[in-house]
């Protein structure tokens, strides 16, 4: 087989941003990380409040291992009590803007209050270290305080999107089977109205002993006996409640994950762990400091807004920004409007996200972003087009893409904000602690030609199990390649340590015995003249064995004509004949996810049968797929007229 190196790889030139004092003390912590991981971990953990301390810094291999054993902290109090105690109860915790217009400050001294009062009060519906609550809420304060109350208890907790429909939330809720659910009346998202307690009513046969509603909204409800309203209910308490001890490997999270068939998966993550890793990442990704204001637009239902906007933010004694709805509902300018608003400093999204700006185009001169100095990026590939521009418009940025899964709990490839080169679109080096590689299918090392994406030893956050599916959890990460989790991801290491990951495993298409990369189509597609947002997927071919397929959306006012042959010419003069895509579909809107990642497998299903065969769970708006079998079917009742 024929393994193309993405030409966007081979061109690819190091851009330095660099801090010098930064630069030098991020080297010597990386070496650190790798030469002596036990006392890197070691010196990581002593930054936070431990109740006990551990025996052991760590033991064991993948896929059993354990960090920090025998040690015992309460996540909520490194996360609130240690910056009070230092003295900044008065600061800024928690900025909240709703897309309604709705605004509210949060300090630290606020947040503990709040958040101890709910977990007195959960203690007085029974709950204790270990028992289950899911999170069914939107981002609003009350989602902050409720994952903070969960941490405080000790409590197995998960959160879940507010978009998804009763079945998958159904699936979810029967699957980890909470002793109680936080919900709320409902929310709004593009001026429309999304009932959340009406969904979580429909569940069938269902035996949650009590369900917490905030009205958020307003709606007139009628409460049952199990019903039990959120201020109503914590008013009762007081607000002392210095929460328990919890040892670092046991359960903390359970977040699911939607695989491509089949059930969701309810991915164990350690409490313990997922803090003191994101900790020391957030602070080195973003160069994060207590003067930061970090917004993170991920959904509180995605894990990336527990890792930044929870974890990462408040471990490290920042302000994190919660935004509740749209970012660009009620007007295209909102994201920008935010920025200039709360002077924010630090930005995690998607580049999904950046495409959609791009759409748009930059409003030159009418808003200030130049408080922004890092850009975090994670979800899936970043092409080069996308991060020129955040270069080009956020100029007193650092523009830093990530690679993570759910599964691991972070971002173990990144760069170092201001002390590490950029190569846009790489996704960074091994960040510190992080051992990965990419290898071929019997496990050996290449570089500069794509292979399998792979981790080699264990770090603090990363996945621990799957909830009350032990063997699917060794079978599906570790089946692959003995003693290495497989990712699934298709990635590039280049000479220089970069690591360019460019999609999953079926991202990558064999065309005529050449693997090519659909992030390198994306990128040139990107490039043609009043494209918004594209994709390609590979479709079988009896003669190629797969075909790429474009789907594009358009900016405002481009008209489609043309589009077709542009595309493919670019393709071809880009990347050769045999790359040419077999059709180019243009659609009002992608499906995709709440966090703006474009849901390829739905394209590729749709386009060859006809609709959605696998789990539909995670699409933030199911109209696109209507909209997309329509542009499909007229197109098939033109090639046959």
Same mark, same amino acid.
């Given at each position: 087989?024929?393994?193309?190196?993405?030409?966007?790889?081979?061109?690819?030139?190091?851009?330095?941003?660099?801090?010098?004092?930064?630069?030098?003390?991020?080297?010597?912590? !990386?070496?650190?990380?790798?030469?002596?991981?036990?006392?890197?971990?070691?010196?990581?953990?002593?930054?936070?409040?431990?109740?006990?301390?551990?025996?052991?810094?760590?033991?064991?291999?993948?896929?059993?291992?354990?960090?920090?054993?025998?040690?015992?902290?309460?996540?909520?109090?490194?996360?609130?009590?240690?910056?009070?105690?230092?003295?900044?109860?008065?600061?800024?915790?928690?900025? @909240?803007?709703?897309?309604?217009?709705?605004?509210?400050?949060?300090?630290?001294?606020?947040?503990?209050?709040?958040?101890?009062?709910?977990?007195?009060?959960?203690?007085?519906?029974?709950?204790?270290?270990?028992?289950?609550?899911?999170?069914?809420?939107?981002?609003?304060?009350?989602?902050?305080?409720?994952?903070?109350?969960?941490?405080?208890?000790?409590?197995? @907790?998960?959160?879940?999107?507010?978009?998804?429909?009763?079945?998958?939330?159904?699936?979810?809720?029967?699957?980890?089977?909470?002793?109680?659910?936080?919900?709320?009346?409902?929310?709004?998202?593009?001026?429309?109205?999304?009932?959340?307690?009406?969904?979580?009513?429909?569940?069938?046969?269902?035996?949650?002993?009590?369900?917490?509603?905030?009205?958020?909204?307003?709606?007139?409800?009628?409460?049952?006996?199990?019903?039990?309203?959120?201020?109503?209910?914590?008013?009762?308490?007081?607000?002392?409640?210095?929460?328990?001890?919890?040892?670092?490997?046991?359960?903390?999270?359970?977040?699911?994950?939607?695989?491509?068939?089949?059930?969701?998966?309810?991915?164990?993550?350690?409490?313990?762990?997922?803090?003191?890793?994101?900790?020391?990442?957030?602070?080195?990704?973003?160069?994060?400091?207590?003067?930061?204001?970090? &917004?993170?637009?991920?959904?509180?239902? &995605?894990?990336?807004?527990?890792? &930044?906007?929870?974890?990462?933010?408040?471990?490290?004694?920042?302000?994190?920004?919660?935004?509740?709805?749209?970012?660009?509902?009620?007007?295209?300018?909102?994201?920008?409007? =935010?920025?200039?608003?709360?002077?924010?400093?630090?930005?995690?999204?998607?580049?999904?996200?950046?495409?959609?700006?791009?759409?748009?185009?930059?409003?030159?001169?009418?808003?200030?972003?130049?408080?922004?100095?890092?850009?975090?990026?994670?979800?899936?590939?970043?092409?080069?087009?996308?991060?020129?521009?955040?270069?080009?418009?956020?100029?007193?940025?650092?523009?830093?893409?990530?690679?993570?899964?759910?599964?691991?709990?972070?971002?173990?490839?990144?760069?170092?904000?201001?002390?590490?080169?950029?190569?846009?679109?790489?996704?960074?080096?091994?960040?510190?602690?992080?051992?990965?590689?990419?290898?071929?299918?019997?496990?050996?090392?290449?570089?500069?030609?794509?292979?399998? !994406?792979?981790?080699?030893?264990?770090?603090?956050?990363?996945?621990?199990?799957? &909830?009350?599916?032990?063997?699917?959890?060794?079978?599906?990460?570790?089946?692959?390649?003995?003693?290495?989790?497989?990712?699934?991801?298709?990635?590039?290491?280049?000479?220089?340590?970069?690591?360019?990951?460019?999609?999953?495993?079926?991202?990558?298409?064999?065309?005529?015995?050449?693997?090519?990369?659909?992030?390198?189509?994306?990128?040139?597609?990107?490039?043609?003249?009043?494209?918004?947002?594209?994709?390609?997927?590979?479709?079988?071919?009896?003669?190629?064995?797969?075909?790429?397929?474009?789907?594009?959306?358009?900016?405002?006012?481009?008209?489609?004509?043309?589009?077709?042959?542009?595309?493919?010419?670019?393709?071809?003069?880009?990347?050769?004949? @045999?790359?040419?895509?077999?059709?180019?579909?243009?659609?009002?809107?992608?499906?995709?996810?709440?966090?703006?990642?474009?849901?390829?497998?739905?394209?590729?299903? =749709?386009?060859?049968?006809?609709? =959605?065969?696998?789990?539909?769970?995670?699409?933030?708006?199911?109209?696109?797929?209507?909209?997309?079998?329509?542009?499909?079917?007229?197109?098939?009742?033109?090639?046959?007229?």
């Amino acid at each position: 087989m024929t393994y193309d190196l993405p030409n966007f790889v081979l061109n690819s030139k190091e851009i330095l941003r660099i801090d010098e004092k930064k630069r030098d003390e991020f080297k010597r912590l !990386l070496e650190f990380s790798k030469n002596d991981p036990n006392g890197f971990w070691e010196s990581i953990a002593s930054d936070l409040v431990w109740r006990k301390k551990w025996d052991t810094v760590m033991e064991g291999r993948l896929p059993e291992f354990s960090f920090f054993k025998g040690g015992y902290l309460n996540v909520a109090e490194n996360l609130i009590d240690r910056h009070i105690e230092a003295g900044e109860a008065n600061r800024a915790a928690l900025i @909240f803007e709703s897309e309604t217009g709705r605004s509210a400050v949060y300090t630290y001294a606020m947040l503990q209050s709040i958040v101890n009062k709910l977990s007195n009060a959960l203690r007085s519906l029974g709950v204790k270290k270990g028992d289950r609550v899911s999170i069914f809420l939107p981002n609003i304060p009350e989602t902050l305080f409720s994952v903070l109350a969960c941490y405080r208890v000790g409590a197995v @907790f998960n959160t879940i999107f507010s978009g998804f429909s009763t079945q998958a939330l159904e699936n979810r809720l029967k699957h980890f089977n909470p002793m109680i659910i936080i919900t709320a009346d409902g929310t709004y998202r593009r001026g429309k109205l999304v009932e959340l307690k009406k969904k979580v009513d429909e569940i069938r046969d269902s035996n949650f002993e009590k369900i917490i509603v905030v009205k958020n909204v307003g709606l007139n409800l009628n409460f049952t006996e199990r019903d039990l309203d959120f201020y109503s209910l914590i008013a009762k308490f007081n607000d002392k409640d210095k929460g328990g001890d919890v040892e670092a490997n046991e359960p903390g999270i359970v977040f699911y994950t939607s695989g491509t068939t089949g059930k969701p998966k309810g991915v164990v993550l350690s409490g313990a762990g997922f803090l003191v890793n994101n900790y020391v990442y957030a602070k080195h990704h973003l160069d994060l400091s207590k003067s930061d204001v970090l &917004w993170c637009t991920a959904d509180i239902g &995605w894990l990336t807004m527990h890792i &930044w906007g929870i974890i990462g933010a408040l471990a490290n004694g920042s302000t994190t920004l919660f935004y509740e709805g749209a970012i660009d509902y009620p007007s295209q300018d909102r994201f920008y409007e =935010i920025v200039q608003k709360y002077k924010v400093t630090k930005i995690f999204t998607a580049p999904t996200l950046i495409r959609m700006l791009m759409k748009y185009g930059f409003p030159e001169g009418k808003y200030d972003v130049s408080s922004v100095r890092v850009i975090g990026l994670v979800g899936e590939p970043l092409n080069p087009e996308a991060w020129h521009w955040m270069n080009k418009h956020f100029r007193s940025a650092y523009i830093n893409n990530t690679w993570g899964q759910t599964e691991t709990a972070g971002t173990p490839l990144a760069g170092s904000a201001f002390a590490t080169g950029m190569k846009p679109g790489s996704s960074g080096i091994e960040f510190l602690g992080a051992s990965l590689d990419v290898v071929d299918d019997e496990g050996n090392p290449v570089l500069e030609r794509p292979g399998n !994406l792979v981790i080699k030893k264990p770090f603090p956050m990363m996945i621990r199990d799957l &909830w009350n599916e032990h063997e699917r959890f060794l079978k599906e990460y570790y089946g692959k390649l003995e003693g290495l989790y497989f990712t699934y991801d298709v990635a590039v290491k280049d000479k220089d340590g970069h690591f360019w990951v460019l999609g999953r495993n079926d991202d990558v298409i064999n065309v005529s015995g050449h693997r090519l990369s659909t992030m390198e189509m994306e990128s040139l597609v990107a490039s043609v003249n009043g494209i918004a947002e594209c994709a390609v997927v590979g479709i079988p071919d009896e003669i190629r064995g797969l075909t790429p397929v474009v789907f594009v959306s358009l900016k405002n006012d481009i008209s489609a004509t043309g589009i077709e042959e542009t595309i493919s010419k670019m393709i071809e003069e880009g990347i050769g004949k @045999f790359a040419a895509p077999s059709d180019v579909i243009v659609v009002e809107e992608m499906p995709k996810t709440p966090s703006g990642k474009i849901l390829r497998r739905f394209l590729r299903e =749709i386009y060859v049968y006809g609709d =959605i065969v696998g789990d539909r769970t995670g699409l933030e708006n199911p109209a696109s797929i209507e909209k997309l079998k329509s542009v499909l079917r007229n197109r098939i009742e033109s090639r046959n007229k």
